[in-house]
């Protein structure tokens, strides 16, 4: 028995499908031959709002994976039926050798006033698209799932930042509120998406920059990008 993914890097989203965690039977699969052991653990403060946490260990052998995964709750009262706001998972595979660790958390600072969701992922291992290499990842956010964060449910601000072999990407966006006008009451955001990218060859002359800056204001928002390739 093995988790039903064929690659370490899909074993987050396998776990982030409902319902979330890989304790779910509907996410493992048979294996000839494959074993799996698990170590499910619960720690929490006197006071539980201080502290929650529960951890599931799991060691399938003979492929060698170890999987570490925990929901973990801090300063809230956990809620029957409601995930935790902070979900983490570890693997490591110690035959091919790879590893890959995801933090995410969606937290609401002041209740209705400060909320922050986001996740951050780093990577090591053979290269998806060339399993003779290896390459690495770490990203704070990505640019399809940036790490966002929302004031009175008005100011909200992404951003997310990505380094791999050769080249880094990073993009930001912030939005704010118009005044309403005599007529009606209007939103206005105001979006700086830079979504930069830059990439090195190697060499100390060798790497080249260039950006494009676009300005336009369509339907109420005003945008501008910058690339760097």
Not at 196 to 204: L, Q
Request: proline fraction near 8%; include cysteine; aromatic fraction near 10%.
């Amino acid at each position: 028995m093995r988790p039903n993914a064929d690659q370490i890097t899909d074993y987050f989203p396998l776990s982030t499908q409902p319902p979330i965690g890989l304790d779910q039977p509907s996410k493992w699969r048979e294996a000839c031959d494959s074993h799996a052991i698990g170590l499910g653990v619960n720690i929490a403060t006197i006071n539980p709002r201080i502290l929650n946490l529960a951890a599931l260990f799991t060691f399938v052998y003979p492929e060698l994976l170890l999987l570490i995964e925990g929901h973990a709750g801090i300063l809230q009262l956990p809620e029957p039926g409601k995930e935790p706001p902070f979900h983490a998972l570890m693997a490591f595979d110690l035959d091919e050798p790879s590893a890959l660790i995801n933090v995410s958390g969606k937290y609401e600072l002041l209740k209705g006033i400060i909320s922050a969701e986001g996740m951050t992922e780093a990577y090591y291992g053979p290269n998806p698209s060339d399993t003779s290499k290896t390459t690495y990842r770490i990203a704070l956010g990505e640019k399809q799932r940036p790490i966002s964060s929302k004031v009175l449910q008005l100011f909200q601000s992404n951003s997310y930042f990505v380094v791999e072999p050769g080249h880094w990407q990073l993009g930001c966006g912030i939005g704010f509120p118009r005044k309403a006008t005599a007529s009606r009451s209007r939103l206005f955001d105001l979006k700086l998406m830079p979504a930069v990218k830059a990439r090195f060859s190697g060499g100390p002359h060798s790497s080249t920059v260039s950006s494009v800056w676009r300005e336009k204001l369509d339907s109420g928002f005003l945008r501008r990008d910058s690339t760097w390739a």
